[in-house]
């Protein structure tokens, strides 16, 4: 029997600014962290993207039509406040505007993220999520957007600060590209969960009638066997991926157990732990408190093994299969168990990981009211055929199997009582991708870069028929 979803299940896209608008130089935009990363790496440009900043209504347009009911769009700090405080840009106001407007004419919900990922250039020079300029900075620009963009209702307050911290200090493939620096990754994790929770704590005390969440990045962790060793190298890279951060927004409290792996993989570094005020966990509680909702993305899982060396990673950003490395000294390393399918970029295939993740939050985070799945989907390699029409449909039954396969998992976690609302594939459309430039594709419509035309893939067919009928098949 074919699976179904609730009834009221929401049907969304995901995207980011950064990632669809291009026009990175338009209408007094400032610079933000990856524009001189990726001038000097020479290897790929953000312009121009999927041209969302002019083709908005034409892809809300599309979504209307294929079904989907919500959109995750963020606010580009930088087009809003150039310089990432004091003087507003009016004309980044005004095309927020546009754009939420043109959502409304298109019934589609806007779900909008303040942060991902692109840190304004100066704040990012101060120390990004280091510097508690940068913090202070963050929150009135929070507040600027809560009392400016009335028409929006759903907030998401930071994209991922796990992916953030981890890759600009212990893997190094996001700027400032440090790597090993776990002190580093600690602080910028914790101080991400403060500005968090005093941005929900303020929306809160606007009384504006909208929701507000936080997205986590959340890949489910499993020891490669049963050894001692290895379920204790996978607790350390679960607690420095995933439950130091469940634990700060969703609990509003850092378990013991967890500050002590904490502690541990920074002691195995001869690094200090990082630094926290009571005052700070104060607010962390009263945001878990008040929270509306999670968002997860999840794509793979992990499967960790003891290790002793020193740390190595070799991060696969072209799709060469089976090019990545990850060694973490005071952790362990990944190491995946025969016979798990893999992406072109190494990503492991394992719905089983989606739905034990949300059944971990059901279970151990139960101040969460609901749970929206925020990312959710299979990067490809795919192309135009030579002979294409306006009209030709882009055959893409690997996304629609992984699809139904993840989908499917969600579906049996909300059966098993995990409260899940909603579900954005990542992504609407094709998009920047940050290490991989525009060979990694992810759309429910394929965009030709050159032309910026859309087409439409099957799996955008496959998306409206569950959007309307809520049958997985
Ligand atoms: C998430 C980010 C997205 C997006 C996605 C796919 O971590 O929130 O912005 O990029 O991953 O990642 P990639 O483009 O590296 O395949």
Redesign the pocket.
Known sequence: MSKTLPKDFLMGG?S?AY?VEGATKEDGKGRVLWDDFLEKQGRFSPDPAADFYHRYDEDLTLSEKFGVQAIRVSIAWSRIFPDGAGKVEQRGVDYYHRLFASCAKHNVIPFVTLH??DTPERLHNEGDWLSQEMLDDFVEYAKFCFNEFKEVKYWITI??PT?MAVQQYTSGTFPPAESGRFDKTFQAEHNQMVAHAKIVNLYKSMNLGGEIGI?H?LQTVYPYSDTPGDKHAAALQDALENRLYLDGTLAGEYHKETLSLVKEILDANNQPMFKYTDEELAELSKAAHQLDFVGV?N?FSKWIREYNGASETIHNGTGAKGTSVARLHGIGEEKKPDGIETTD?D?SIYPKGMHDILMRIHNDYPLVPAIYIT?N?I?LKESLPENATDDTVIDDPKRIDYLKKYIGAIADAINEGANVKGYFI??LQD?F????GYS?R?GLFFVDFPTQKRYIKKSAYWFKKLSETHVIS
């Open positions: 995901a980011a990632q991902h990922f994209n991922e992916s997205v990045a993305n794509y970029w990503w990312e989907g990067g990542w992504s998009q991708s940050w290490t991989n990694k992810y």
